[in-house]
Every structure is written in C-alpha cells, then in structure tokens.
C-alpha cells in the first residue's frame, strides 16, 4: 500500500462540495486537498481560506497546478463535461458528480477523454458504497430469487432544491429523474443489467417553488414520471418518481423463477428465496436489517473509492462508463415521454435534450 498522499481539487464550490467533498478528503488520512474552483471568484477564495488550500477563478488554472492529482468535478451539471474533459487531458483522475452530463455526446467524450488519458475516472453514487444496494446485487448474482422476471420501484419524496439551476432544463438537464432518479437507473444498470425499451410518461404538476427564498414560476423540468421498462435479459417492470409530493415513500420489489425482494421505507431487505430452505423454520421470508451508514459517512467512502484506486492502483467498481449508461436510461425515458412512444436503447447520437414535459 502507498504511504504518499493524493492531492485533490475541487471543481464547483457549492452545497455539496461543503457539505461532502471538502469535508471528506480532508478527513482521509490517504488524500490531500490542495485547491478549489468556482467561476464565482469571492466564493473560491472564501472556500479556500475556510478549508486552508488554494482558491481559482478558473478550473483551468487548478488544473495547471502540478500538486492536484485527481479533481472532484461539483459544478452544476451541464458544467460537469467541459471541466471532466480538461481534466482527463491534463492526466488529473476524476470523480465526476451525479448526473454525468446531460447531453450523452458530453458523457461519451468525457469517457473517452479519461480513457485516452488512462486516468481513473468514477461517480459520485454514494447509495453505491451502502449496504442495501450491494446486498441486492449479491442476492441476484448468488441465484437467490433465480432468473428474474419483474420488478416495481417506486420513489418519491418532497424536494428541497438546494439552487435554482436544479428547475432549469439548460442547466439541470431534467428535473426529478435526472436528479433522483438518476441513482434508480443506475442501480438498476448494476443490477439487472442493460434497459431495452423504455415507455413513458411525465408532467409538471407543481408549478411554483421556493428555493433559497426565491419564488421559481419558470420551472421547465418535470416532477413526475412514470415509466413502463423491458429490460434485454426479457424481464419486465414499472418505475414511479415524483418529487412534487407532500411526503416521502419508496419501495422497490423484484420478483424472480425463485423467489423475491422487497425493500420499503427503511425496513432493509425482505427476501423470499427457494433456494435458503434449511433449516426448515427459515423458510419463507426474511429480513435482513440493512441498517446503513451515514450520509456523510457514504460520501466518504466514495471518495475514498478513489483515492485508494488511484493510490493502490486497483479498479474502479463504479466508473464514468455507469454514468453515461445511467444518463441513457434517464435520457431513453425522457424521449418516450416527449414521443408518447416506446424507445429502444442504445439511443442514437445526436438527438435534441428534451422539450419540456407537458404542464397538467
Ligand atoms: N451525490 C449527492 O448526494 C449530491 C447532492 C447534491 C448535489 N449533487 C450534485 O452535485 C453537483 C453540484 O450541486 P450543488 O447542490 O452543490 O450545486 P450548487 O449550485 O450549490 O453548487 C455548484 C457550484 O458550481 C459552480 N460552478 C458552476 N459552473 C462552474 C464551472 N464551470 N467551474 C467552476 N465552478 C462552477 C457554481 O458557481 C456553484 O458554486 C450537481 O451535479 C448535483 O446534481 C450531488
């Protein structure tokens, strides 16, 4: 195991790199942070002074620094591509943010940028380093509920928009799916492998919002999809998202040849499988209490995911390749939505971002 230290930087002075990102590399033992950058100069320099580093202007100039190894890339999202771009090409390794891009060209370039470069790059899905996710992965790879036919996910909740721009399309690339969602599709990529065919549908219920005191009565992404999923293994399934609700609730259930999953609201994860028959008075369900760590606690672990990576030079589990194919997904449902058609994935190139949803 290395015993240096990674230099880090961070691209996007915002909500979460104070709340996470900031926090989290100078927590770890293993990183170093050496700069950060915002277009928005005073808040640089006030994130630099406040986290003892150097603050730019200008993510190109954080880039030129030779002490910065690997950048958090926390800007908004259609800002994440230019700046992953730059970064590959100047050798620097990447945790890019959730989503991606919100243009698929973007999120392919940026792919292919860190893979030219030979960098590492990875996301920011920190519900990847918890415990419930993987344990429905080991569940379904170790044959429990054998080959699975359907599944209902369900995921709603209030939203408290940290900014405007997550209610702008130019900006936020889409409302809840895109950034919500988006870890929905990414989890479902991971676990049962590549969407076919997507069907969809969304709207925009709730037209007013308050975000940092501020009344949004533009809004022009949408609160509410509802999707019908083919997936290529021939399994099946209906996925809800809303954010503009009045309470929170979520439940994923997957059913297979040989038994079920269920997940609700903090309840871990109930299991019925054929396959666990003995004893005998483990029959029919169970539940395993997935209790999960902190959210900051997840934020860390992704960072460290690759601080190690880069450190120990060991893969990535999760990379910006799950990212693009995680925004195709959230992208493909868009589509149907605006067609009122089926649309079948991999998607072509080169398509428009998405019309508004139709306002109910
Ligand atoms: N993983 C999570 O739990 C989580 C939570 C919240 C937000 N996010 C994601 O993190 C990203 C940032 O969200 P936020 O809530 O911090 O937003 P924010 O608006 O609070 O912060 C974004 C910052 O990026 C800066 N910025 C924009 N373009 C830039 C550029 N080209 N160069 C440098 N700085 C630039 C803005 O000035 C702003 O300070 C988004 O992609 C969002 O989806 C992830």
Same mark, same amino acid.
């Given at each position: 195991m290395s015993e240096r230290t990674l230099g880090m930087g961070v691209i996007g002075c915002g909500g979460i790199a104070q709340a996470a990102h900031l926090p989290n590399i100078v927590k770890?033992?293993?990183?170093?942070?050496v700069a950060v950058a915002d277009i928005d100069r005073d808040r640089a320099n006030a994130t630099a002074e406040q986290w003892g580093c150097t603050g730019y202007g200008d993510y190109q100039e954080l880039l030129a620094?030779?002490?910065?190894?690997a950048v958090c890339v926390t800007s908004w999202a259609a800002a994440h591509a230019e700046a992953v771009i730059a970064a590959a090409e100047a050798g620097k390794h990447i945790l890019c943010e959730? %989503?991606?891009?919100?243009k698929l060209e973007d999120a392919d370039a940026m792919v292919a940028a860190a893979d030219r470069a030979g960098v590492k790059f990875t996301m *920011?899905? #920190?519900?990847?380093? *918890?415990v419930a996710a993987p344990l429905v992965k080991q569940i379904l790879d170790d044959g429990l509920i054998g080959k699975v036919m359907g599944l209902n996910v369900v995921g709603v909740g209030p939203s408290s928009h *940290?900014?405007?721009?997550?209610?702008k399309r130019e900006l936020s690339g889409g409302g809840v799916l895109m950034d919500w969602g988006i870890y929905t599709a990414f989890n479902l990529n991971w676990w049962l *492998? %590549?969407?076919e065919r997507v069907f969809a549908t969304s709207a925009i219920f709730r037209k007013e919002v308050m975000v940092r005191g501020e009344l949004l009565t533009d809004l022009d992404v949408e609160d509410t999809v509802a999707a019908h999923l083919t997936f290529r293994s021939g399994a099946m399934g209906s996925w809800y998202s809303a954010w503009a609700v009045r309470t929170g609730h979520s439940t994923t259930s997957i059913d297979g040849s040989e038994g079920a999953i269920l997940m609700g609201k903090g309840d871990g994860v109930n299991l019925y499988s054929t #396959?666990?028959? $003995?004893? $005998?008075?483990?029959?029919g369900w169970r539940n395993i209490p997935a209790v999960e760590p902190s959210l900051i606690m997840l934020h860390y672990r992704k960072i460290e995911h690759l601080v190690n990576a880069v450190l120990d030079d060991t893969p990535l589990v999760m990379t910006g390749a799950d990212g693009r194919d995680a925004l195709e997904l959230v992208l493909a449902i868009y589509r149907s939505a605006e067609l009122g058609q089926p649309v079948t994935l991999p998607l072509e190139r080169g398509m428009p971002v998405m019309e508004p949803a139709v306002a109910i």
């Amino acid at each position: 195991m290395s015993e240096r230290t990674l230099g880090m930087g961070v691209i996007g002075c915002g909500g979460i790199a104070q709340a996470a990102h900031l926090p989290n590399i100078v927590k770890n033992p293993r990183a170093r942070l050496v700069a950060v950058a915002d277009i928005d100069r005073d808040r640089a320099n006030a994130t630099a002074e406040q986290w003892g580093c150097t603050g730019y202007g200008d993510y190109q100039e954080l880039l030129a620094n030779p002490e910065v190894e690997a950048v958090c890339v926390t800007s908004w999202a259609a800002a994440h591509a230019e700046a992953v771009i730059a970064a590959a090409e100047a050798g620097k390794h990447i945790l890019c943010e959730k %989503p991606i891009a919100i243009k698929l060209e973007d999120a392919d370039a940026m792919v292919a940028a860190a893979d030219r470069a030979g960098v590492k790059f990875t996301m *920011g899905y #920190q519900t990847r380093f *918890g415990v419930a996710a993987p344990l429905v992965k080991q569940i379904l790879d170790d044959g429990l509920i054998g080959k699975v036919m359907g599944l209902n996910v369900v995921g709603v909740g209030p939203s408290s928009h *940290g900014a405007p721009w997550f209610l702008k399309r130019e900006l936020s690339g889409g409302g809840v799916l895109m950034d919500w969602g988006i870890y929905t599709a990414f989890n479902l990529n991971w676990w049962l *492998g %590549p969407v076919e065919r997507v069907f969809a549908t969304s709207a925009i219920f709730r037209k007013e919002v308050m975000v940092r005191g501020e009344l949004l009565t533009d809004l022009d992404v949408e609160d509410t999809v509802a999707a019908h999923l083919t997936f290529r293994s021939g399994a099946m399934g209906s996925w809800y998202s809303a954010w503009a609700v009045r309470t929170g609730h979520s439940t994923t259930s997957i059913d297979g040849s040989e038994g079920a999953i269920l997940m609700g609201k903090g309840d871990g994860v109930n299991l019925y499988s054929t #396959q666990l028959g $003995d004893p $005998d008075h483990l029959r029919g369900w169970r539940n395993i209490p997935a209790v999960e760590p902190s959210l900051i606690m997840l934020h860390y672990r992704k960072i460290e995911h690759l601080v190690n990576a880069v450190l120990d030079d060991t893969p990535l589990v999760m990379t910006g390749a799950d990212g693009r194919d995680a925004l195709e997904l959230v992208l493909a449902i868009y589509r149907s939505a605006e067609l009122g058609q089926p649309v079948t994935l991999p998607l072509e190139r080169g398509m428009p971002v998405m019309e508004p949803a139709v306002a109910i």
